[in-house]
């Protein structure tokens, strides 16, 4: 294992299975840069537990969903690390941050389309690439999906459309990637148990119970479940795992 200290970028780190692959990231040994859309009281708390565990932690406001921010954003995040570690590069670039839409294709917008492809697609494509030339050689990126690009219920037709075209998207990263040894996955969870989507499989009864019952694993996800798993994809064990779509979802519907 290297002794240099290595740096993780984790977009919508502020909540839910961003802050847990945060904080699990960090117990790796590695600093980590998070970003939030609006919610600066909570990543600042992020910040303070990753900070109480030694390592260096900074948060930056940056809608992901808007692509004329990332030039101003790479330059003030490089800015930083720059100062505080040495160097303008980091190792890891977790693609985490997105919001939830539910509704039949009978009802979907233009603008609803948008906004999930702005956020789940267009916003990983070019932040990724904005942030290539400052990933380290050997580093990594983890795209994150859903478990719905494989099961289908109603309602997720947009949102699972986007996450099947990153997992797609994964691939080629991996492939044209590779001459740089920067390793490509992406990680599908299950239901899980968060405020995303207004917390509907955390507080609606009949979702959790149902999730639960075709759950090998005989409950719903957890955001501990998804953020260790993330944090093994940013070390040396997992160096051979490349171009390939984990989920994590306790044998959901299998």
């Not at 219920?153 to 994964?170: D, F, N, R």
């Not at 064990?237 to 044998?251: F, L, P």
């Amino acid at each position: 294992m290297s002794t240099t200290t290595k740096t993780a970028l984790i977009t919508g780190g502020s909540r839910g299975l961003g802050k847990n692959m945060a904080i699990a990231i960090a117990k790796k040994g590695i600093n980590v840069v998070i970003t939030y859309n609006s919610n600066k009281e909570a990543a600042d708390a992020v910040v303070a537990e990753i900070i109480s565990l030694g390592q260096k932690a900074v948060a930056f406001q940056l809608d992901t969903s808007n692509t004329s921010l990332f030039d101003n954003f790479i330059k003030e995040a490089t800015a930083y690390l720059q100062t505080e570690t040495g160097s303008n590069h980091f190792d890891f670039l977790i693609n985490n941050a997105g919001t939830a839409l539910y509704s039949p294709v009978t009802d979907i917008t233009e603008e609803q389309m948008d906004a999930i492809y702005n956020i789940h697609y267009k916003g990983v494509f070019f932040l990724t690439q904005k942030a290539l030339p400052f990933i380290n050689d050997g580093g990594g990126i983890i795209n994150i999906s859903s478990g719905l690009t494989r099961l289908t219920y109603p309602g997720s037709s947009v949102y699972a459309s986007m996450k099947t075209a990153v997992e797609s998207l994964t691939r080629y990263f991996a492939k044209e990637l590779g001459t740089r040894k920067i390793r490509v996955n992406v990680i599908a969870p299950g239901a899980i148990e968060t405020d995303f989507g207004g917390g509907r499989t955390r507080d609606n009864k009949d979702i959790n119970a149902h999730i639960a019952g075709i759950t090998s694993l005989g409950r719903v996800g957890l955001p501990d479940d998804i953020g260790g798993v993330v944090a093994f994809l940013c070390t040396d064990d997992a160096y051979w795992i490349n171009g390939q779509r984990i989920e994590v979802s306790g044998g959901q519907g299998i």
